[in-house]
């Protein structure tokens, strides 16, 4: 059974930065594809970043590209997810993903096409 936790989340200024991560049980982990989404109460699940099996290709949302680093460790079963610049908006739960299936559709940006998921990161940006 994956078991999916992240950490690192918490009250952070706007301007900062913050680094999550996901720690993976179970499973082959270098054979999924991860990924991490946002939600914030009221709204849809929003993605912001994945990475493939071998931490080749990463792809970011619009709202993050420029100052996001997704990256992983097969090793340690990890992945992290940076945020730097920090806004208001990026406010929100952070929740990481597996997605263990085969297919040819990077990126997956649709939380439908992930399988496994963390309980979620409450992070909290305030001036």
């Known amino acids: 059974q994956v078991h999916l936790v992240e950490s690192g989340g918490g009250l952070v200024q706007t301007g900062g930065s913050l680094r999550l991560s996901c720690e993976a049980s179970?499973?082959?982990?270098?054979?999924?594809?991860m990924g991490w989404f946002r939600q914030v109460p009221g709204k849809e699940r929003e993605f912001v970043a994945t990475i493939s099996r071998s931490g080749g290709s990463t792809y970011y949302a619009d709202s993050v590209k420029g100052r996001s680093t997704i990256s992983r460790d097969n090793a340690k079963r990890t992945v992290t997810l940076q945020i730097d610049s920090l806004k208001s908006e990026d406010t929100a739960v952070y929740l990481c993903?597996?997605?263990?299936?085969?297919?040819?559709?990077?990126?997956?940006?649709?939380?439908?096409?992930?399988?496994?998921w963390g309980q979620g990161a409450q992070v909290t940006v305030s001036s």
């Open positions: 993903a597996a997605r263990r299936s085969y297919g040819s559709g990077w990126p997956y940006l649709e939380g439908s096409e992930y399988d496994s």
């Open positions: 179970g499973g082959t982990f270098s054979l999924w594809v």
